[in-house]
């Protein structure tokens, strides 16, 4: 695997935090959002880390697309999106994965085996 950005699939709670928190400590990251008004801020304010979990409140900025504007491959997914919304994620981020990449689900909700057999339910980089 070349050394590549993480992609963090989903920048709510559980994908923001990590891509902050991530970010923070030096790693490469990259999320992916829908709500293209949360992209914008993510990457010119900086997603605003805040709450009791955390050691204290920040912004950290952070490269944000949206589906259709994101460009490349990587070699780590991480999926972050609510459960009900795994299959379009999926169809939506396989063809930025690469070849010997993987995906790691940081969803609240049991998709590993939707994401384990996706490619060979619907083929590879599939529409649903």
Partial sequence: MANKPIL??????????LGAYWARAGQDVVMVD??????KVCS????????????????????TFTPKSLSG?????????????????????????????????AQNGLNERLIAIWPELKGPWAPL
């Fill in 34 to 39: 829908i709500d293209e008004s949360h992209v």
């Fill in 44 to 63: 010119t304010e900086g997603i605003l880390i805040e709450g009791p979990a955390t050691d204290g409140e920040f912004r950290q900025k952070i490269p």
């Fill in 73 to 105: 491959t990587f070699d780590v997914i991480v999926l972050a999106v609510k459960a009900q919304a795994t299959k379009t994620a999926l169809s939506q981020l396989l063809p930025h994965l690469s070849d010997d990449g993987f995906i790691l689900s």
């Fill in 8 to 17: 963090i699939w989903g920048a709510g709670a559980i994908g923001g935090i």
